[in-house]
């Protein structure tokens, strides 16, 4: 908590909301209290103080706005959830809010997400203009497979007339086979 800046009322509101009753309310005004830069800090540790389950973090993520979603999604590694909040990541992957995209491929993911859906997860990244160094354990997944992957987009983005986004490159160093 020592690394989220909050101007003391926020963290006067802060102090008499974690680890209460009214946390997932909270959670929701988090932005209201706090203010935008620190709220998804803010409701990452409420998460995390409260300890959410698979079905609060589930409900709080489809009724949530984006920066909701996107809190939920940060705070995934660090909750008692297991596999059980992999469709909450496959969701975001689906959408084309790139806030969205970058904080389903972390740590979660690279621990849950299967190698054909994180493959295709890096492929989104590199399409919709997320930086592939936000990809959690990229260097330790990456394989021909994905090489394939990015080769063949490579060669539709030139055919095409398109540049190819240099993170194609930089992915395709990670293969030793590529």
């Known amino acids: 908590m020592t690394d989220i800046r909050l101007t003391a009322e926020g963290r006067a509101w802060l102090d008499s909301v974690l680890g209460g009753p009214d946390w997932e309310a909270a959670f929701t005004?988090?932005?209201r209290h706090v203010?935008?830069?620190?709220?998804?800090a803010v409701r990452?540790?409420?998460?995390?103080?409260?300890?959410?389950?698979a079905a609060t973090v589930t409900r709080l993520y489809q009724h949530g706005d984006a920066a909701e979603r996107r809190a939920v999604l940060r705070a995934?590694?660090?909750?008692?959830?297991?596999?059980?909040?992999?469709?909450?990541?496959?969701d975001a992957l689906r959408a084309n809010d790139a806030r969205l995209i970058e904080a389903a491929v972390g740590p979660y993911a690279a621990?849950?997400?299967?190698?054909?859906?994180?493959?295709?997860?890096?492929?989104?990244?590199?399409?919709?203009?997320?930086?592939?160094?936000e990809?959690?354990?990229?260097?330790?997944?990456?394989?021909?497979?994905?090489?394939?992957m990015l080769t063949d987009f490579a060669a539709e983005r030139t055919a095409?007339?398109?540049p190819v986004p240099p993170d194609v490159a930089y992915?395709?160093?990670l293969i030793p086979e590529a």
Do not use: I, S
Request: overall charge positive; hydrophobic content about 50%; proline content about 6%.
């Open 29 to 31: 005004a988090a932005g």
């Open 44 to 53: 990452v540790l409420l998460l995390r103080t409260a300890r959410a389950d």
């Open 171 to 173: 992915v395709l160093t």
């Open 111 to 133: 621990r849950h997400l299967g190698q054909h859906l994180w493959r295709h997860a890096v492929l989104k990244c590199v399409f919709t203009g997320v930086p592939v160094t």
């Open 76 to 90: 995934l590694p660090h909750l008692p959830v297991g596999a059980d909040a992999l469709p909450l990541v496959e």
């Open 160 to 162: 095409a007339g398109r």
């Open 35 to 40: 203010g935008r830069a620190a709220a998804d």
């Open 135 to 148: 990809v959690a354990a990229l260097a330790d997944r990456a394989d021909p497979e994905l090489a394939r």
